[in-house]
């Protein structure tokens, strides 16, 4: 598994600004899709390209497109969905999976309660959206759901990892790729990231 920790200025500056507990939710939320979209624009670098010919107003010109079939953002609901909008301002044509799952607070397992997927998932590369990647549960069930679908190739697109989440994937899913904006320390009793954030899907829906 590549784990890919993001240290641009404009990220780690924007990643403060989550942390802090006198944010609110309309900036944090704006915050979200803003780091999702910076993530975005890394995690994509290595798409496959492919030449045509277009026409520009001077002349005929031999230029680059993103080759193949659009691409897949799954975020997992419902936090993940704070991010798709980020990431759709680069790549508009991409479709949109949703997969629900949340994490059981007394077992901190996964719990699935929705899925829905595009039906030509096999043939396309995809990005799982969730801020946060705690015990790495619901990522691991959400990899394994597009797994079985047939996705080709799976990069999950994570604001904040910690050591344990970032482990379990890791055994489950070695081909997945992780993109983050940092590892924190550890997990508290509770399983949420230490120093973390918080609940990234209370503070993006004012749920908290």
Do not use: W
């Amino acid at each position: 598994m590549s784990l890919t920790v993001l240290t641009h200025p404009l990220i780690q500056h924007k990643l403060t600004i989550l942390r802090d507990t006198e944010t609110g939710v309309k900036v944090f939320r704006e915050i979200v899709s803003e780091i999702a979209m910076l993530m975005c624009y890394e995690a994509m670098r290595d798409l496959p390209l492919e030449e045509i010919e277009v026409e520009t107003p001077v002349a005929t010109a031999r230029s680059m497109t993103l080759e193949g079939k659009k691409l897949t953002l799954a975020p997992i609901l419902r936090a993940g969905l704070g991010m798709v909008d980020g990431v759709l301002s680069l790549v508009p044509s991409a479709k949109v999976a949703h997969i629900g799952l949340y994490r059981d607070h007394e077992t901190l397992q996964p719990v699935t309660y929705y899925c829905k997927l595009p039906p030509s998932i096999a043939e396309r590369d995809c990005f799982l959206l969730d801020p946060m990647l705690a015990t790495g549960g619901t990522a691991t069930a959400a990899a394994q759901f597009l797994k079985d679908a047939g996705a080709r190739t799976i990069k999950l697109l994570s604001i904040l990892c910690a050591p344990q989440g970032v482990e379990k994937l890791e055994r489950e899913h070695p081909e997945v790729d992780v993109y983050t904006c940092s590892v924190d320390s550890h997990l508290n009793d509770l399983g949420y990231i230490v120093p973390g954030l918080g609940d990234a899907g209370d503070r993006i829906f004012g749920t908290g």
